[in-house]
């Protein structure tokens, strides 16, 4: 079954600086890859997702890339703000079912 | 308002007494889906749901029962529970059909005793 991977678990950077989680999935067949935030005591957010056809794709500050040939997926996050703190889940579904596999997770902090 | 409800939201029990927690949907959504959420292992599918009368196995289906016999309902059952079912529930729905994106409810914290 399939397997994905998160790294880092924590991530601390400074207000206005850029932050990166990385991803990897084991299934090749893996076609649609959301990100998810989920901030203290609250259910998690989508906040942007990709397809395995489209290479990156963007959405103001933030954007995830996908290297199929390496299988793997990254957040970036531009101009950090503190509101951007919380806990990051990547996920990947299946071409051939409907079981979502999330990672881990990354507990990403802002600092003033 | 299109939502996504779970209930309770918060439960204390005891082993082995049987429990529902229930789950519901008004986007006519026909995926949908439970997890559990513990510290460090992300979240986990237990079990889903493409459509009423169809239900799979998620990554961690022992302990736990679910039927689908309205769209908009999908509870999840514990016959039997036991304290290492103690988690953090969500449930999530998404439209189907090609779109994936998934709405989640507000979470129910199950402990058992």
């Known amino acids: 079954g399939e397997n994905v991977e998160q790294h880092p678990s924590t991530l601390s950077v400074q207000e206005g600086d850029s932050a990166v989680i990385k991803c990897t999935y084991s299934?090749?067949?893996?076609?649609?890859f959301p990100w998810y935030k989920q901030e203290l005591g609250k259910r998690p957010q989508l906040i942007i997702d990709i397809r395995s056809n489209v290479g990156e794709k963007k959405d103001q500050r933030i954007a995830v890339t996908l290297n199929k040939t390496a299988k793997h997926f990254s957040l970036h996050i531009t101009e950090t703000q503190p509101e951007d703190s919380a806990v990051y889940f990547c996920?990947?579904?299946?071409?051939?079912?409907?079981?979502?596999?999330f990672g881990p997770g990354t507990r990403l902090s802002v600092l003033p | 308002e299109a939502q996504v409800t779970q209930n309770p939201r918060y439960l204390i029990t005891v082993t082995g007494k049987k429990l529902t927690v229930t789950c519901s949907q008004n986007m006519n959504h026909e995926y949908m889906s439970w997890y559990r959420q513990d510290p460090g292992l992300g979240l986990r599918q237990i079990y889903y749901?493409?459509?009423?009368?169809?239900?799979d196995k998620g990554d961690v289906p022992e302990g736990y029962k679910v039927s689908r016999k309205e769209k908009r309902n999908f509870p999840l059952i514990l016959e039997s529970p036991s304290p290492n079912q103690t988690s953090l529930y969500f449930c999530?729905?998404?439209?189907?059909?090609?779109?994936?994106?998934?709405?989640f409810g507000p979470g129910t914290r199950l402990t058992v005793l």
């Open positions: 999530a729905s998404s439209l189907g059909a090609g779109d994936n994106t998934q709405y």
């Open positions: 299934d090749s067949a893996s076609n649609y």
């Open positions: 996920a990947a579904l299946s071409l051939y079912g409907q079981n979502f596999v």
């Open positions: 749901s493409m459509n009423v009368e169809v239900t």
